[in-house]
């Protein structure tokens, strides 16, 4: 798999991305993540890699009326929803078609940038990181977001597409969590010309729903999503079922809450 293709899906898996993993697994570390910038009124806020922008919304509550909030993302299914979802009070929204390789922004345009896990799967990391430089002002914030491993359920899952569907399902459903260690990313940073780098992990419990569904509409959502539906429906039901299973032990009635970390980095221009 190509790393521009990591994280390609169709208009149709886009819709379900925006209602499971967006809503479920994403949003979630929604505000924290525009914490860590301290977005303010009346400031230019990039949200790179935004999906179908529950980071962007966000940011655009915060930023106020006065302020403006651009979502770049590569995949257009994903730029298609975000353009469809009802407008949240404060600042205007912009979303753009792009890539973090060459961001469709002018040089010094904007006071923030955010990426809430999307910078692992940018194929060149370094020029990524020049471009998000390039287009913040002097001073400018960045506040970027990684998982910190593998993770729970992120681990349930990968192991029961290798036994039900394929170890290369299973591999292309995990790069998500093919992520840059803590000490990997503050060179990063450090060598695109950011100043202040600092990194620090962040917990929080993640609940979800009863996982014999939620796991099959969540993998509908994402690059597997059409050899899932090249499998039977007993190997579907399989899956759901295994990862039920793994986690039974974070059973609280209304399905799982289980603890999940990522690392948060943040930086100036």
Not at 85 to 111: C, K, R
Not at 185 to 194: K, N, V
Request: glycine share 10%; charged share 20%.
């Amino acid at each position: 798999m190509k790393p521009r293709e990591q994280f390609n899906v169709t208009l149709e898996a886009a819709h379900l991305y925006e209602r499971v993993a967006a809503r479920h697994l994403l949003g979630p570390w929604a505000a924290s993540l525009v914490d860590a910038a301290g977005v303010a009124e009346g400031e230019r806020v990039l949200d790179l890699a935004c999906g179908t922008g529950v980071v962007a919304r966000l940011a655009a509550q915060r930023a106020g009326p006065r302020g403006h909030v651009i979502g770049v993302d590569l995949n257009a299914g994903m730029i298609a929803v975000a353009r469809s979802l009802p407008v949240p009070e404060g600042a205007p929204l912009e979303w753009l078609e792009g890539s973090a390789l060459a961001i469709p922004l002018a040089d010094s345009s904007v006071g923030v940038v955010l990426c809430q896990q999307g910078f692992q799967f940018f194929p060149d990391k370094p020029l990524a990181l020049r471009e998000m430089r390039r287009v913040l002002d002097r001073g400018g914030r960045l506040a970027l977001s990684v998982w910190s491993g593998i993770g729970i359920y992120n681990r349930a899952v990968g192991e029961a597409l290798a036994r039900f569907a394929g170890e290369a399902t299973a591999a292309r459903f995990c790069a998500s969590r093919n992520v840059p260690a803590r000490q990997v990313l503050e060179h990063l940073a450090g060598a695109a010309g950011f100043a202040k780098v600092s990194v620090r992990l962040s917990r929080m419990s993640i609940h979800l729903p009863a996982l014999g569904r939620f796991v099959l509409e969540h993998l509908a959502g994402t690059p597997v999503a059409a050899s899932l539906a090249a499998i039977d429906d007993e190997a579907r039901g399989n899956i759901g079922a295994s990862v039920a299973q793994a986690l039974r032990r974070f059973d609280d009635g209304d399905g799982v809450t289980y603890p999940e970390e990522t690392h948060v980095l943040t930086a100036r221009a």
